[in-house]
Each structure stands twice: as C-alpha cells, then as structure tokens.
C-alpha cells in the first residue's frame, strides 16, 4: 500500500499531529519517524544528512517545519508530500497552556524559563500570557506557509474537520495522497489504541466559555493590528458567531451613519454590517472625529470584508482620496487605509464601495478598527 510514500506532516503546536501522523503510518502500513528533538534546528528544519537514513524507503514524519527555501529543496529533492495541519487560535490557547500544565514546559513555541512561576499564575493570566508570547509563532507559521511559491502542492488539513468527523477527515486526507480509501480497514485503525498519542476526541470552540471577554478581545486585537492580512485566522474564532465587535469596533458608529440608500442598503448580520450594492457604486459616511489621529500621531484604519462587494474601496475627504483594492476571492480579507497629519482637520470623510462592472453585489463589513500610533 505505502509505495514510495514519503510524507511530511507540517503542523502547527496542538494541532492534533501527533494523532494524525501516527494514525496514517498505521494505516499506510510505513515507518513513523520521530523528530529527533525539541531543541535548535532539528524541530523546525529538515536536515538532508538524516532523512538520508531512510529516504529510500517510505516514511512518514512529523514536524512543525517552516517552509524555509533549503526546506523546501529537500522536499522536492525527495519528492516527500506535505500535509499541513492548522487549528484555530482561541482553542490553541486553552490546548496549550493544558499541555503545559499536564505533559511539558519546554517547547519550541513559547518559551517558558520557570514553569512553576508560570503555573502559579491565575488561569485568564496564563492565557494572556501565551496570546502575547507564543501566537506570534503561530501567525508566523500561517502566513510562510500560507504564501509558499505558487504551484508547490500543499495538502491542508484542520483539527476542527478531524474532530467532528475523523472517518471523513482520514478519507480525504488519503484521497488527496492519491490512495483509495479502504473504509473498513480505516475504521479499524482509528479505532485501535494507537501509541505515542494524546488524542481524545477533543472539543472544538470551547475557548469560547473559557478565555475570558478581555482575553478573546486581547486576541482579537492581535490579529486585526497585525501588519498582515489575518482577516481569515480572525474571521475562524469560535466566538465570531457572538456578533461581538473586537475592541476600538467603529461597528457601532458607522451602522447610524447616513449612506446612499438610493444604490444598496446597509444591514446588521452578525458579526458586522451587511452591505447590498445595487448599482456599480455605493457610500458610506465615516465623520472625521472617528477615524482622524490625534496631532502628532498616525494612524490607520482596518476593514475586515468578505463576499461580493467591492473589490474597489476608496476613502474621499474633500482635499483628497484613496484607493484600496482587496484581494479577490469571497473569503474575509482586510482593507486599510494610512491617515497622518494631513488628516488630523478632516471633519468628514465618505467610505466608497465599488463593484465595477458587477454591479449588483453582496458583501460583509465585519470589522472596522482605527489603530494609531
């Protein structure tokens, strides 16, 4: 069945690797190689001198490896598929400081020096603690791999999918590895005790009861203030569906603003505002006391969109403009705009929306945030 089947898993911390790679090697019937150790390279780098230990015969390995160039090189040198697993944030939160508490301290993500300091600390703390020190890796392992050189096959994988339905997820997963499924044989695996795992049928969303307002707030804003474009990771929060804005939301605001009720219509729908475009065009008023920085200072002003509407967006004040385009694709993306001192007397400004040639169209506002600086 293995063939000449050599597959890295590239997963992000707590992401139920250890369950998946080492149910699939059951399966494919083919060796599970460890990675050597937590420390320095070896974690987060393929090194040619030991895959060439076993790259003659099929393996499979789990890693949480950045898609560096020289890695890169060695996976196309070798032909090894990858499978890249990811899990959303607010419950790698939780999951991680369980795995503190419960199994080790030293990983390759957070640093942690004194685990009994760290234990000592109240719960929410802790939870602050790893939003501010160890998402940062996780952000960073999103977009490397998120953007790898266009063409380079990707196989993508979530907990979420897995926990809800591992059969399904393990059928998917092998089908995109180019195997048929062996249905009765894959039951049989997932249902064995299988070593070396910490897999328990976890739960999915539970950072929604159990990170505190303050701290899904503190990761929101994480997100959102990022230079990037995390809209996606944001947008996949298990408490997205609360119709809670993230902390500085001028949500609120520009929902009783005037706009052009002749060409759309503005709605709520949760988590934002709806946006209906029945013409090519449409605006919205934005007053300047919201947005303008204060004297000395810049700031910017973040959209969080998503569906049809757009992709064309233009702030207008009466000295000037400017246009910003969002990436194609129906998926949440982010819109920004840069305001200085030459913005700071602006009493009004006019958010514009257009959808070029479509016309009509549907899209959703579900943040907007002005971050100075």
């Not at 790698?92 to 020096?113: A, C, L, T, W």
């Not at 919205?284 to 509407?309: C, K, N, Q, Y």
């Amino acid at each position: 069945m293995a063939g000449d089947t050599r597959i890295l898993i590239a997963c992000s911390m707590k992401s139920g690797s250890s369950f998946v790679s080492r149910a699939l090697a059951a399966y494919l019937g083919v060796p599970f190689v460890e990675a050597v150790d937590y420390w320095g390279r070896r974690e987060q780098n393929l090194l040619e001198d030991e895959l060439l230990r076993f790259v003659e015969k099929p393996f499979l390995i789990q890693m949480h490896v950045r898609p560096h160039v020289p890695n890169l090189e060695i996976i196309r040198k070798y032909n090894i598929r990858v499978v890249y697993l990811w899990r959303n944030l607010g419950d790698v939160v939780v999951s991680f400081d369980d795995h503190i508490r419960r199994e080790d301290y030293r990983n390759p993500v957070g640093y942690i020096h004194h685990p009994a300091r760290y234990l000592a600390l109240p719960v929410q703390h802790r939870y602050a603690y790893l939003i501010d020190h160890a998402l940062p890796w996780y952000t960073a392992f999103h977009l490397s791999w998120r953007d790898t050189p266009r063409g380079f096959p990707i196989i993508r994988g979530r907990y979420e999918h897995m926990a809800a339905d591992p059969q399904g997820f393990f059928e998917r997963l092998l089908e995109a590895l180019g195997i048929k499924p062996d249905y009765r044989r894959l039951e049989r695996t997932l249902n064995a005790r299988i070593e070396g795992t910490r897999y328990n049928i976890g739960i999915s969303g539970r950072s929604k009861g159990l990170l505190s307002e303050s701290n899904q707030r503190r990761l929101d804003d994480f997100l959102l203030r990022d230079p990037e474009d995390l809209a996606e990771l944001w947008a996949e929060l298990p408490w997205r569906d609360a119709g809670r804005p993230a902390t500085g939301s001028l949500l609120t605001a520009l929902a009783g603003q005037p706009f052009n009720a002749r060409a759309g219509l503005v709605e709520p729908s949760f988590p934002g505002l709806r946006i209906r475009v029945e013409t090519d065009g449409f605006w919205i008023h934005v007053p300047g006391a919201l947005i303008t920085p204060s004297e000395g200072r810049s700031a910017r002003l973040r959209l969080t969109v998503r569906g049809d509407a757009g992709p064309m967006f233009r702030l207008v004040w009466k000295s000037g403009r400017m246009e910003r385009e969002r990436r194609a694709g129906s998926g949440p993306a982010t819109v920004e705009f840069q305001l200085d001192e030459r913005h700071a007397g602006v009493t009004e400004f006019r958010l514009d929306c257009f959808n070029r040639g479509n016309r009509r169209g549907t899209g959703e506002l579900l943040e907007c945030v002005k971050i100075e600086a």
